[in-house]
């Protein structure tokens, strides 16, 4: 019974002892005193709000003083002023000193003017906006990179260089370009000379290309270059030769040049087009050195589309047509260097989905006469004929570049034919009994391979 006793005073003792040794838990942290419903309070910067509390406050501070200040109106109401973008606290106390609420103070930026002046310049526009410390945030879809524009440059004036854009723009926005090149030339040149004759044994008198000869009348006839008609008659008398000869040349020229490059692009983003070749060109370097550089010529095309709104287009575009001029060659250290004869457009417009306009023109008209002739015997009515010679040459030229724009979309591959699809290799059969170079295609693909090539390739047009 003894050692019962001491046991339990043992134990009643050791319970004392822990019972006045402090709490670990609560020496490991503090508890958070909750009371009322959080919520948060919107301030629009440099401006001021009146909040009233549902019970009587006997104490209000503010965590951060440089984003909101805070004054009592009377002890249920409260005016903040928003000063600087950020977060903080608003904490009530009552009396007692106990909590009653804490209140998350928000201050931003005041876009609310900003909204009304969008909503008067892009009423159509679903353009969100939103806050951001102490800038502003787009969001959206917009029709038009233009449209895009004006709101980023309508916000930088609330926002200097605090705009995010995370607008997106809709609508089509692939362009097609169509450039046609159309000239013609025309070139027509006649001339007529005639050259006389007279000489005896001890006299001669030649005009014109009687003059190529050596001895008078005995000469061979010798006609000026590029004649392709000559008359020639002659009589004596006596001892006495005479003769004349007429010549004539008429010449005519057409010539019809067209280019038609097609070339797609993303708006806003530039797109280069080459059909033709790189000619060579010696250039001289030091030391004697000659180095080799290639002049690009051929079909080309330059461009930037622009969707600025809905289906206006900007263009920015440079066009060219070249080719090498063998006529105009230089020689050079021993090189022979050709000329290039190139017709180029650069410029800007603008024009809408399907309209065309005619970017550059050019009428070249050129008009060259001569008139040869003996001295005074020229000017002798109707027998001065015989010693005069005149030539005339006239050069019409006309260019026409128009371009032709379209909002393009993309489709499946097997909606198209290929130039390639009309040719198929003939079998030893077809080529060496029959001479055929070619043979049809067969199927689906013989059918797109018989249809003609109208219409546009790679996109399709809306």
Not at 163 to 191: D, I, P, W
Not at 410 to 417: I, L, N, W, Y
Request: charged share 20%.
């Amino acid at each position: 019974m003894s050692f019962g006793r001491y046991f339990a005073a043992a134990l009643t003792g050791l319970t004392l002892f822990c019972a006045s040794l402090p709490d670990a838990t609560l020496a490991q942290g503090i508890k958070v005193v909750k009371k009322g419903t959080n919520s948060i309070l919107d301030v629009p910067m440099n401006r001021a709000v009146v909040v009233e509390a549902d019970v009587p406050f006997a104490e209000l501070s503010i965590a951060n003083p440089g984003i909101a200040d805070i004054s009592s109106l009377s002890d249920r109401t409260i005016y903040v002023l928003g000063k600087s973008p950020g977060m903080t606290t608003l904490t009530l106390l009552d009396g007692s000193g106990r909590l009653i609420t804490n209140v998350d103070v928000r201050v931003a930026a005041d876009v609310t003017e900003f909204k009304q002046r969008l909503q008067q310049i892009l009423p159509n526009e679903k353009i969100e906006v939103r806050t951001a410390n102490d800038g502003i945030v787009l969001s959206g879809n917009v029709s038009s990179s233009q449209r895009l524009q004006r709101a980023m440059d309508l916000a930088e004036r609330y926002a200097p260089d605090r705009v995010s854009n995370l607008m997106t723009v809709g609508g089509v926005q692939q362009v097609m370009l169509k450039v046609r090149f159309a000239e013609m030339q025309r070139s027509v040149s006649k001339s007529l000379g005639s050259s006389v004759a007279l000489g005896t044994d001890r006299v001669a008198g030649e005009t014109g290309t009687w003059l190529l000869g050596d001895n008078g009348l005995g000469n061979p006839i010798q006609t000026q270059e590029d004649t392709v008609g000559a008359l020639f008659f002659g009589f004596d008398i006596g001892s006495v030769e005479f003769g004349v000869l007429l010549e004539a040349l008429e010449q005519k020229g057409l010539v019809r040049t067209l280019a038609e490059p097609n070339l797609s692009a993303l708006s806003g983003q530039e797109a280069n087009f080459l059909a033709g070749g790189e000619y060579p060109i010696p250039v001289a370097q030091e030391e004697g050195a000659i180095s080799i550089e290639f002049k690009p010529f051929g079909i080309e095309l330059n461009f930037v589309p622009r969707v600025v709104d809905g289906d206006l287009i900007n263009l920015e575009l440079k066009a060219a047509v070249s080719a090498i001029d063998t006529t105009n060659s230089v020689t050079l250290n021993g090189f022979s260097i050709n000329a290039f004869s190139r017709r180029e457009t650069s410029t800007t417009v603008e024009l809408r989905d399907g309209e065309s306009f005619a970017i550059a023109g050019l009428i070249e008209d050129q008009f060259l006469d001569n008139a040869a002739q003996v001295p005074w015997l020229g000017d002798v009515p109707v027998l001065g004929a015989l010693f005069r010679s005149a030539d005339f040459e006239r050069n019409q030229s006309e260019l026409v570049i128009i371009v032709s724009a379209h909002l393009v979309t993309p489709t499946r591959g097997e909606a198209f034919s290929l130039p390639t699809d009309r040719i198929k290799p003939p079998s030893e059969k077809n080529l060496f009994l029959f001479g055929r170079t070619e043979r049809v295609q067969k199927g689906a693909a013989g059918e797109v391979a018989n249809q003609d090539f109208d219409g546009s390739y790679g996109y399709l047009l809306d």
